[in-house]
């Protein structure tokens, strides 16, 4: 056994759940994948073969494990971290990108040859990008047969299917039953009102769940989203339609309940809740790393499972940012109130309407289209949220997860009204890069000045100065200071 083989083999016979979805165990005698922490017998090591992704052991013939259920674990640390082809690729995947415009828009968006993506991705991973959206495709499906009572033609189309027949070979063969079999394992059931599917999103411990509802508590704009004890709510705006979820934080879990204007939302949908909560970070590795520096090691013992939120939308994050440049959080989130009343689209959900909510955060068109005095914010910051609406809109700036960061950062850079401090936060929070230290900002400038720290000490932190960051505004309680 090579080197990697044998210590994923004792991450198994560990039931080592820190490693659930970072990679899938295949068991050749059974014809099954499974998660690292599945409590059957460990195989042993001659029957064994790993895999970085479920759709790689998929394609291998391989069947998902009814007893640890591996499709439903956190994603892969490694995709939110990497920001070359393959990581911009999978978090694309993830938002859905196959499914509205098919492996050439990933393939444009990538900037590379379809065929180049393709051989980039199974090379790397085993399986290439229209396997890896039918294994995402086939979990979202589950969820829907498990969840709700839905026809299943319905079900099929919904999760992304172009048939029926493509829908049931996919359920077949990813989990060796059909989709009226599976839904006939899932026992009693309350039926929910129609629409609504709730999902339970997996958590990779520890998980600091008050920390992140204190951080989005603060940045609330009314009629958009609210956090009520430990549930954070709010619109969304999906690529078929609206939407609301309510995400309630647990210590080891997180409740996603959705209400969807398009069902083929889904997907997307959860895929936002994962990233806006920051829920596929590997926190022990982050704290090692952090926690190795004397001067953070107290912050981070205090503080163990920090997350970044990130967020549903990297327009709307870019646009609370530069509102909130030099005037206090409750000042933008009053001006963004106004803002969302007026401009913002009227939500009609149960959901939404239940935790008090009325509008979707204003379209990248509606903000295009005013005039720099509507705003009720200074011209020299109308102006910069204008023209970034409007590059947002004709497509010429990309704040989708897959974007390049470097070239995101360096397009914001060159935009009117735009510094390093109000680009560095958009590409941390909208494309959830984890190694930025704000280093302008005055509150943590005061913090590595207190602590005796330069930029050339915090070089170790790497590539987790994002988390770092996080840890000092918290020790200083400036969360309420925090723009977007």
Known sequence: MDFDHERRYRAVQARDARFDGVFYTGVRTTGIYCRPSCPAVTPKPANVTFFVTAAAAQEAGL????????????????WDVRADAVGRAMRLIGDGVIEREGVDGLASRLGYSQRHVTRLLTQELGAG?????????????????ETTDMPMSDIAFAAGFASVRQFNDSIRHVYALSPSEMRGRRGARQS????????????????????????????VIVGVEVVEGRTYARTLRLPRGLGAMALTLHDDHVVCELELEDLRDMSVAVDRARRLLDLDADPVAIDEVLGADPTLRPLVEGAPGLRVPSHVSGYEVAVRTIVGQQVSVAGANTVLGRQVDTLGTRVDLVLASAHGLTHAFPPPEALAAVGDTELGMPRSRARAVIGLAAAVASGELDLDPGADRDAT???????????????????MRALAHPDILLETDLVLRREL????????????????????????????????????
């Open 63 to 78: 069947r998902a494990c009814r007893r640890c259920r591996p499709d439903t674990t956190p994603g892969s640390p490694e």
């Open 129 to 145: 990008p229209l396997a890896l959206a039918r294994s995402n495709r086939s979990q979202a499906a589950r969820v829907l047969i």
């Open 192 to 219: 929910g009102p129609a629409g609504r599917i709730t999902v339970r999103l997996a958590v990779r411990q520890p998980f600091h769940a008050a920390a992140l509802l204190d951080f989005l508590a603060a940045h």
């Open 409 to 427: 950062r360096a397009q914001l850079l060159a935009m009117p009204g735009i510094g390093p401090w109000t680009a560095d936060y958009i590409v």
């Open 449 to 484: 000045q207190r602590l005796g720290l330069t930029s050339d000490d915090t070089r170790h932190w790497r590539p987790w100065r994002s988390y770092a960051g996080m840890h000092l505004w918290r020790a200083t309680s400036a969360f309420e200071r925090t723009p977007s």
